[in-house]
C-alpha cells in the first residue's frame, strides 16, 4: 500500500473504533483532543475528522463548547467545515439539540447565502488558479444548491421541528 492509502486507512480506522467505543481509542482522541484545543500540540490534519467525531461521540458540553471555541479561532475554511461536520457525531439528546440549533443559526450562513456565492464568484476572475477550478466550481454549486434549499418552504418546517 502507498504512503497515502496507508494515511486514509489509518483514519479510517480510528474512526469507526472510536465510534464503536473503544476504549484506548476515546481515550487517546479525547487526550490529544484536550492538547489540541490547548494549543499544546497539533492533531495532523488526516486525523482530526476521526479524533474530533470520536470526542463528539463520547463527550460532553464542556466538549462541544470547546469545539465552538475552535471553531471560532479557525482561519481554514476547511477546518471550519471539518469541525462542523464532526457535530454530527453527538449522541446525548441534550448536545443533539445545542447542534441542530446551531446548525440552523446565522453562524451557519457564511456557507448558504447568494453574497457568499457572488463573493466567489467575483474573486475567482481576479485570482485565476487552474488547478483549483473544479473544486472552485464545485464549491459554487454547493453554495447555490444550499440557497436554493433555504429558498424551499420545508427549511423553515425543519426549523419549527
Known sequence: MSGHLDALLRGLIIE??????????????????????KGESTIPADLRSAAYS???????????ES????????????????????????????????VCDFSLSSTTDMFITEEAA???EELYPNHSVPAAERTIQQSLENIQLNCAWLGRKSFYNARDW
Open 54 to 64: 470520536t470526542v463528539f461521540k463520547h463527550g460532553d458540553g464542556n466538549t462541544l
Open 16 to 37: 469507526r473504533l472510536g465510534k464503536y467505543g473503544d476504549q484506548a481509542t476515546v481515550a487517546e482522541a479525547q487526550k490529544r483532543f484536550e492538547e489540541h484545543w
Open 118 to 120: 457572488k463573493e466567489v
Open 67 to 98: 469545539v465552538m471555541q475552535l471553531l471560532k479561532e479557525a482561519d481554514l475554511l476547511e477546518e471550519k467545515v471539518r469541525l462542523m461536520r464532526c457535530m454530527g457525531a453527538v449522541s446525548q439528546p441534550d448536545l443533539i439539540k445545542k
